[in-house]
């Protein structure tokens, strides 16, 4: 069974703070995603990755960046954080470029930025 | 700008009871739709998915159903079940820097009463 790790459940990190959010999956996936759910606005891409030192922006990358120096790991990296990265981030991987290749999600971070 | 919609935030329904949750997307290009289902406290997992050359795909007690000319999909369930009620997000997917990206809709809010 796929099993994807994020590395906190909860964060409590203060405003300006620089933030690491880790996330390692075990099945040999190419792709990796980081997405953010707030409520009533669902799950947003920030970057994603099909390989190693490959990454993409999302829908909503501003803020933020990622490293992937391992294939199993994809690390999002909040340079300064503010309070309105305060949410749920979900990090998830898929197997290949397919289109039906469904993601496997970890259980997320829930952070808060004060 | 959404390009899926899904334009009920909840739903509630009976025990025994078919559910249908809805979904709509703008973009014509999309080639494959995913369900997926969240618990709260977990990340989501997949469900079940269409390609966009079929109308119909049935697993158990789920089925989606496409209808390309409305852009429009639905995942009924039959018969609805307590442990059914999570969160629903419909996806679809689009090929963006060599891979297949799932865009997600804002979620559907599932609720079964026994």
């Known amino acids: 069974d796929v099993k994807v790790t994020q590395s906190s459940r909860y964060l409590v990190k203060r405003t300006g703070e620089k933030v690491f959010l880790e996330c390692v999956q075990d099945?040999?996936?190419?792709?990796m995603f980081w997405y953010r759910q707030d409520p009533g606005l669902g799950l947003r891409l920030i970057y994603f990755?099909?390989?190693?030192?490959?990454?993409e922006k999302g829908d909503i990358p501003e803020g933020y960046s990622v490293s992937r120096e391992k294939k199993e790991r994809f690390s999002l990296i909040l340079e300064s954080a503010s309070t309105n990265q305060t949410s749920m981030y979900l990090c998830?991987?898929?197997?290949?470029?397919?289109?039906?290749?469904?993601?496997?999600f970890g259980n997320g971070t829930r952070l808060t930025v004060t | 700008d959404q390009q899926v919609k899904q334009n009920s935030p909840s739903l509630s329904v009976q025990e025994g009871r078919i559910s249908i949750l809805n979904c709509d997307y703008t973009?014509?290009?999309?080639?494959?739709f995913l369900w997926y289902k969240k618990y709260p406290a977990e990340g989501p997992t997949f469900l079940i998915s269409?390609?966009?050359?079929?109308d119909k795909n049935e697993d158990g007690r789920f089925t989606v159903f496409l209808n390309k000319s409305a852009k429009h999909l639905s995942l009924h369930i039959v018969p609805s079940q307590p442990g059914d009620s999570a969160v629903y997000f419909c996806?679809?997917?689009?090929?963006?820097?060599?891979?297949?990206?799932?865009?997600f809709g804002r979620g559907t809010s599932l609720i079964v009463h026994p």
């Open positions: 998830a991987s898929s197997f290949d470029r397919w289109p039906n290749s469904p993601l496997h």
């Open positions: 990755s099909y390989d190693v030192k490959m990454k």
């Open positions: 973009n014509s290009m999309f080639d494959y």
């Open positions: 099945m040999d996936h190419e792709n």
């Open positions: 996806a679809a997917s689009l090929m963006a820097g060599g891979s297949y990206i799932p865009t």
């Open positions: 269409i390609s966009s050359i079929k």
